[in-house]
């Protein structure tokens, strides 16, 4: 890493935050936190949390490399789950980390987020449905809530969908 790169992000977080939430949508904002910061992996990441006039905060991560969107946290729900590795046999494993919701063409979460969200101004307009689909998850692990993925190096997992 060269002695630049933290000035660089200095200049560059602020461009990605205009051009990600566009001058048209200032409406919809009370605030961004303009002290958004980087993910360092391979998909350029990059972290800001927003309050949506009207709805609520929402945390998210907006990935450089594909213009997808995760989110973390919504309003007071978080959505940010346990996932872990699945036996030979099929059966759960040990823990293998936590996947946050996100929006892509090929994210295991469109089963029960069936919505187009490619930017900000699509979050903040289906805000509310999302809120009310992380709503209606069980409390508890339930075979009917959970998500199949895959780790970069091929192991299968799943994830619980609860609230």
């Known amino acids: 890493m060269d002695f630049l790169t933290p000035l660089k992000w200095l200049l560059i977080i602020p461009l990605f935050i205009g051009a990600f939430i566009d001058a ?12 958004p910061f980087r993910i360092f ?17 929402v945390t998210f991560y907006y990935w ?3 213009h997808s969107l995760a989110i973390p946290r919504i309003g007071n729900y978080k959505t940010t789950y346990d996932c872990f590795y699945v036996n030979s046999d099929g059966t759960k494993g040990k823990y293998m980390g936590t996947s946050s919701l996100y929006f892509a063409n090929d994210s295991p979460y469109k089963k029960y987020f069936p919505l187009e969200i490619k930017d900000f101004g699509d979050l903040s307009d289906k805000y509310d449905d999302i809120v009310k689909i992380v709503k209606s998850f069980p409390k508890d692990p339930n075979p009917n809530y959970t998500i199949q993925i895959r780790t970069t190096w ?4 799943v994830c619980d969908l609860i609230q």
Do not use: A, Q
């Open 24 to 35: 048209s949508l200032e409406d919809k904002i009370d605030y961004v936190d303009h002290k």
């Open 41 to 57: 992996n391979e998909r350029g990441s990059v972290v800001t949390t927003t309050n949506i006039k009207n709805k609520g905060d």
């Open 64 to 66: 450089t490399s594909d």
């Open 154 to 157: 091929g192991k299968k997992g």
